[in-house]
C-alpha cells in the first residue's frame, strides 16, 4: 500500500505548480526577475503546495543555461516531477 502511494505521487503535484515553475524559469531567463525575487517566489510554492503534500523541490541551474526544478517524495527521496526552463522557451 505504501509503494502505491509512493509511485503515484506526481498526481499530487498540482498544476499550478508546472505553471508557476515554467513561469519564473522564464522570467529568470529574460531578467525580468531578480534571484532575490526568484528564490523567494520558489520558497512560496514549495511551502504552500509541496509541503503540505510531503514533497521537497529542489533547483539545479545547468550549465547550459536551462534550470531544472526536481520534485521529490520527502520520505522516499524518490523523484515525483522534473520540470526544465531553457532560455529558448523565453524566445517567444
Known amino acids: 500500500m505504501n509503494a502505491a502511494i509512493t509511485n503515484d505521487t506526481t498526481s499530487f503535484v ?3 505548480v508546472h ?6 524559469g ?4 529574460s531578467e525580468t526577475i531578480s534571484e ?3 528564490s523567494a ?7 504552500e503546495e509541496l509541503e503540505p503534500r510531503r514533497l ?5 541551474h545547468l550549465s547550459d543555461g536551462r534550470v531544472r526544478f526536481i ?7 524518490k523523484v515525483c516531477d522534473i520540470v526544465e526552463s531553457s532560455p529558448l522557451s523565453s524566445a517567444a
Open 14 to 16: 498540482p498544476e499550478i
Open 19 to 24: 505553471i508557476v515553475l515554467t513561469e519564473l
Open 26 to 29: 522564464k522570467r529568470r531567463h
Open 36 to 38: 532575490e525575487e526568484f
Open 41 to 47: 517566489k520558489l520558497t512560496r510554492i514549495a511551502r
Open 56 to 60: 521537497a523541490l529542489l533547483v539545479r
Open 71 to 77: 520534485i521529490k517524495a520527502v520520505e522516499s527521496g
